[in-house]
């Protein structure tokens, strides 16, 4: 039987140097060339200062706990035998966000403010994703 | 030119909430439900005039009201695509128009085949509105509401020490408004040890935490308050409203404060507008697509400070002789998903008096919230007048 594929995401142009960083290993974040503000998810303009113009730099790679869920029903049948799975909200040092899942660590093991680690994982469909570890 | 008091609510409707209309059709029932409103109001379909649709699902348009209502003269017609915040950003719109005289009766139909039709757990990613998340965070297995809401309520307990059970008090009491109403899906009592042994959905999110999927349409028709004085039903006047949208509304992830809504915006403009502070609200219907963005709302709207809803909820408080009557009908939890709409029916229906066994005593002004999109707030605030 044939894998039931995952969602895919829809890339535009904006976005396509994050994933294209993704996929050659590296978390890549927007920064501002006018105003230096870094901002994410990926998007074409600065909030802060109006400015088209950004360069791609990588995420340190260190992330605290900022909240999680964890999933005990698939949603979406390409997940059917996952659950339970935790997705962490976590805060990165650059001032933004991910979502990704935990990796190596229970749930229970959580707190606000926790370590973690980035790292990047192939998600099985050649798609390649960020994932969280427990420092 | 402030819009309060310059319109009303003259007409309700519903059709019977079901988990199975029986094959008939989204328009069938939104058509139902609006004969059931311009009847309720004392008009002939012919003087509607203004049609404003909550949710722009692409199911029905204002033209097929024009259709099958035979509308002579459609004079004002618009969408508020806000997802759960629509009907009630509907309501504002409508209200606004009338009193701007672009129109006299705003018809709001609403109605879905959300449990035989498209579920509404399976189609959010087909939403524009949904579009960030459905490329940064859908691939990461978030597929659903409840696991993009679950964050905000796991740091709100990590924060402030807020509980399971405080939210299972939040679904029992509102199953034993359900049950008072009688038009409502769940008719079986529900309590908190049968809440707490729900299996987990989206931890800290349990079965009896998430709203239902439902069958059924609900309608609202909105006059300028000058011709209400002479329809049929009692006026309910349109005193307050406001919309407000969180920051980072297209990621939850992204929010500086996962445990704000735009609902926080929006309130403080409403109450302002409408000339009334949270301690004059006599019965409040709060948008409950999951027990814990009605605590949230709570805190958001001012009846608590900001950590204190879990043991604002406790005790009963919210049930019809508690310290704030909320969701008089059970929700979107034990009632019906109708995307609120059918909380603003139930709103005028408690003004007027209407609201039978559970008829909250001398209710002389309440409001009503939307909640949609990942975080857009609205609010109504009504008086009977």
């Not at chain 1, 998810?41 to 200062?49: I, N, T």
């Not at chain 2, 002579?72 to 618009?78: A, K």
Request: with cysteine; hydrophobic share 40%.
């Amino acid at each position: 039987m044939a894998e039931t594929p995952k969602p895919v995401p829809d890339i535009s142009p904006e976005t396509r140097p994050y994933w294209d960083g993704l996929a050659a290993g590296r978390l890549l974040l927007q920064r501002c060339t006018g105003c230096g503000t870094i901002r994410h998810y990926p998007r074409p303009l600065c909030p802060a200062c109006h400015g088209f113009g950004h360069e791609w730099v990588e995420a340190e790679g260190t992330a605290t706990v900022h909240s999680w869920t964890v999933a005990h029903h698939p949603f979406h049948p390409a997940w059917r035998g996952a659950p339970p799975f935790t997705l962490v909200t976590a805060d990165l040092p650059e001032g933004v966000r991910i979502l990704a899942p935990l990796r190596d660590a229970a749930p229970e093991a959580l707190r606000i403010g926790a370590p973690l680690r980035i790292g990047i994982e192939d998600n099985g469909q050649g798609l390649r994703l960020p994932v969280l570890h427990p420092t | 030119m402030s819009p309060s008091g310059k319109a009303a609510v003259t007409g309700v409707g519903d059709t019977d909430y079901t988990r199975d209309a029986g094959g008939r059709s989204v328009l069938a029932l939104q058509l139902e439900a609006s004969l059931g409103a311009i009847c309720d109001a004392g008009l002939h379909p012919r003087e509607i005039d203004g049609i404003v649709m909550p949710i722009a699902s692409g199911a029905t348009v204002a033209e097929d009201f024009v259709t099958n209502l035979g509308i002579p003269d459609l004079r004002f017609s618009v969408a508020t695509p806000l997802g759960g915040a629509g009907p009630v950003a509907a309501v504002q719109c409508a209200a606004a128009a009338v009193a701007a005289g672009l129109c006299t009766h705003a018809l709001l139909p609403l109605g879905r085949t959300g449990r035989t039709g498209s579920r509404i757990g399976a189609r959010i990613q087909q939403m524009p509105q949904f579009r960030t998340v459905g490329e940064f965070e859908a691939p990461m297995g978030a597929i659903a509401p409840a696991q993009y809401y679950a964050p905000m309520a796991r740091r709100h307990m990590e924060l402030f020490g807020t509980t399971s059970r405080q939210l299972a008090e939040i679904a029992v009491t509102t199953r034993r408004h359900a049950i008072l109403n009688g038009n409502a899906s769940m008719t079986k009592p529900l309590t908190i040890e049968e809440h707490q042994a729900s299996r987990m959905i989206a931890d800290p999110l349990r079965l009896f935490d998430c709203s239902l999927e439902s069958d059924g349409a609900c309608a609202v028709v909105i006059s300028a308050a000058d011709r209400a004085r002479d329809m049929r039903q009692p006026r309910v006047l349109i005193t307050g409203m406001a919309e407000g949208h969180p920051d980072s509304p297209s990621a939850i992830t992204q929010r500086p404060d996962l445990t704000r809504l735009g609902l926080a915006k929006a309130a403080p403009r409403a109450f302002a507008m409408a000339g009334v502070t949270p301690a004059d609200i006599d019965v409040a219907e709060i948008y409950d697509c999951f027990t814990w963005i009605v605590l949230c709302q709570l805190e958001d709207l001012g009846f608590c400070g900001k950590g204190e809803g879990g043991a604002f909820v406790e005790g009963g408080a919210l049930g019809l002789d508690g310290r704030l009557p909320v969701n008089t009908h059970g929700g979107l939890l034990s009632q019906a998903h109708m995307a609120g709409m059918n909380h603003v029916v139930e709103l005028v229906r408690q003004l007027r008096g209407e609201a039978g066994r559970a008829q909250v005593g001398d209710a002389e002004v309440g409001l009503v919230t939307g909640y949609g999109d990942l975080g857009d707030g609205t609010i109504a605030i009504m008086a009977r007048g």
